[in-house]
């Protein structure tokens, strides 16, 4: 089957589709297509909305697609963890009644002021002196007692973690106290924060930071405002099963609990939890050379956590039409469309022993960090969305297996 020239971008954005094979019979497209599952992730907002003892922050860096963002407003999210204007923009923007808290620890002081005086931003994480004064002074025009200055911790690395976040940004306890008693010096409202690090496969690394955030509030000696446990919830990915949510939320809320926060206002700041397991992709094979196949799409695209993290995908082929594919699987190493021979994947595809050039194959399991971190080299840019209604790759594999 012959390529087919590039769609608009826009092309199919608003369909809905039954499935993969549906969107490949009904739009031929040559170009990577992400499909979109609002039901999953109705259900992962839902899993965290009733299990999360306290508010519920959607990190639009994960995926700030609109339908996704769409999909979580729709399942009741209405506060969203952003780290820049463009995002806190976004979202106050298109939903009036959404709370913006800005959780980057380094921001511009324009930035700062615009956050605050047009956008209405009253949450401000900082990990620095430096940082604090820089909020204080770009806030001054506001009343002190409607700013939250919220103190971000660096907390130990964490088994079966990807990303290793307080690498970058946290303080130590002592300039934890120190941060906290100045903010509430200054008249402001104070919290504290900390991030596991991302896709923390380790329940227990959660009532570790607590244990540092009670003694942090011990030695302060000030009243806060809030807590913030940051993300770092997994997601399930080949090979890489994630511990029950269940398991995140009760050892959150025996850390609460024994470390003095009862009744205080806790927030979580999701993102691969999710968004991964609501998202796959759908990729066109444009040439096969042997036991090689080129695709279009790789890791200047949707694919870059392949090598990033090393996270594996689950895959399979469509071929919605013409002769039914093998039974016998074969590996195939994937090249992806740009000239850059470092764009192949570092997973190898087992796939039908006959596929052919026209053949998509649909990579489940990227709704997490994939478009979020697409680029635009060579000209190559992942960025059409529809709907499909059938359950996720990962999810049909599970239930074949059980």
């Known amino acids: 089957m012959p390529a087919q020239?590039?769609?608009?971008?826009?092309?199919?954005?608003?369909?809905?589709?039954?499935?993969?094979?549906?969107?490949?019979?009904?739009?031929?497209?040559?170009?990577p297509v992400y499909l979109l599952r609002p039901r999953r992730l109705a259900e992962n907002a839902?899993?965290?909305?009733?299990?999360?003892?306290?508010?519920?922050?959607?990190?639009?860096?994960?995926?700030?697609?609109?339908?996704?963002?769409?999909?979580?407003?729709?399942?009741?999210?209405?506060?969203?963890?952003?780290?820049?204007?463009?995002?806190?923009?976004?979202?106050a923007e298109t939903y009036p009644d959404a709370q913006t808290y800005f959780m980057h620890p380094v921001k511009g002081r324009a930035v700062i002021r615009t956050a605050y005086e047009v956008y209405g931003v009253q949450h401000f994480v900082v990990d620095h002196p430096s940082e604090l004064e820089k909020v204080l002074e770009e806030t001054a025009q506001g009343r002190r007692e409607d700013l939250v200055v919220v103190v971000r911790l660096a907390t130990p690395p964490a088994a079966g973690t990807l990303y290793h976040l307080a690498a970058k940004f946290g303080c130590a306890e002592s300039e934890a106290v120190a941060l906290l008693r100045r903010a509430r010096e200054a008249g402001c409202r104070a919290g504290l924060a900390f991030h596991v690090g991302s896709q923390c496969r380790t329940p227990g690394a959660y009532g570790t930071a607590l244990e540092i955030c009670g003694r942090v509030a011990a030695e302060a000696g000030v009243e806060l405002a809030c807590l913030d446990v940051g993300g770092g919830f997994p997601a399930d990915y080949v090979e890489m099963v994630a511990p029950e949510l269940s398991l995140y939320f009760e050892e959150i809320r025996r850390g609460l609990e024994h470390n003095g926060f009862s009744g205080l206002e806790v927030l979580c700041e999701p993102g691969r939890a999710l968004v991964a397991s609501g998202c796959s992709l759908l990729i066109q094979v444009q040439l096969r050379k042997d036991a090689r196949l080129y695709v279009n799409d790789g890791i200047y695209g949707s694919l870059s956590e392949m090598v990033d993290a090393g996270i594996r995908l689950p895959v399979r082929l469509v071929r919605p039409d013409g002769p039914a594919p093998a039974d016998e699987l074969h590996e195939f190493v994937v090249n992806g469309p740009t000239c850059d021979s470092l764009d192949v994947l570092p997973q190898r595809f087992a796939l039908p022993a006959d596929v052919r050039e026209g053949d998509w194959i649909e990579v489940d399991q990227v709704g997490a960090?994939?478009?979020?971190l697409a680029t635009h080299f060579n000209g190559f840019y992942p960025e059409t969305f529809v709907t499909v209604g059938d359950a996720p790759l990962a999810a049909r594999m599970e239930g074949h297996a059980a």
Do not use: M, W
Request: net charge positive; glycine share 6%.
């Open 46 to 91: 839902r899993a965290f909305l009733e299990g999360f003892p306290g508010t519920v922050l959607y990190a639009v860096k994960c995926n700030p697609a609109p339908a996704v963002l769409r999909a979580l407003y729709r399942a009741g999210i209405r506060h969203f963890d952003t780290a820049s204007l463009p995002e806190i923009a976004q979202i």
């Open 5 to 31: 020239p590039t769609a608009p971008a826009s092309a199919g954005r608003a369909a809905h589709y039954a499935d993969a094979e549906a969107v490949a019979r009904a739009l031929r497209p040559s170009y």
């Open 369 to 372: 960090y994939s478009n979020a």
